[in-house]
């Protein structure tokens, strides 16, 4: 069961713009799969240039929301479990500052302050990754709450989380039936 034993129906997945949000149809096919009852995919503005919303939209099962205004967030976003996967440095590090720039990055934002699950999937290079803004980044959030699923290395360098393991960190959160 999720802190606080709480569950939900809905999951955000929230994406920046780094290689890896190619893999984001396949993570977003696992949380339609895990039982979520609405799946609102939120692209950065710099995620277009990874992948396509068209892409996202063509899941069975999941909602892309690219406006304030679009009617699956207002009159403001529904409660649910956020997965920001991938998260770039920059996504990082704004989130981190309080900054919310964008749609993608308000969502996250608001989650935190209401205190409901936040995780993180980090996709940085070796050198962003040690950059000093992204370690005390890395710290800071889980003070707020955040979970921090951890970029893995398998000999190429740091690459985003594999799927299972982003899955398997929100798994806790879903409310079944």
């Known amino acids: 069961m999720g802190k606080g034993g709480e569950r939900f129906d809905v999951i955000y997945l929230i994406l920046s713009g780094t290689t890896t949000a190619a893999r984001c149809p396949d993570i977003l096919r696992g949380l339609v ?25 063509d899941i069975a099962g999941v909602q892309v929301v690219e406006s304030y205004f679009d009617l699956a967030i207002r009159p403001r976003p529904p409660r649910g479990v956020v997965l920001f996967a991938p998260c770039s440095f920059n996504s990082l590090n704004k989130l981190a500052h309080g900054i919310a720039d964008n749609l993608a990055l308000s969502v996250a934002a608001e989650a935190i302050g209401r205190k409901t699950p936040v995780i993180i999937g980090p996709s940085l290079n070796q050198p962003l990754l040690d950059h000093p803004i992204a370690q ?42």
């Not at 799946?39 to 996202?56: F, K, Y």
């Open 33 to 57: 799969g895990l039982g979520f009852a609405t799946v609102i995919a939120i692209p950065t503005p710099n995620a277009a240039r990874v992948v396509a919303a068209r892409e996202l939209a």
């Open 136 to 177: 005390a980044s890395l710290q800071r959030l889980p003070e707020w709450g955040v979970t921090i699923v951890p970029p893995v290395d398998a000999g190429e360098g740091p690459r985003l989380a594999a799927t299972e393991t982003l899955l398997n960190a929100v798994r806790p959160y879903v409310r079944r039936s």
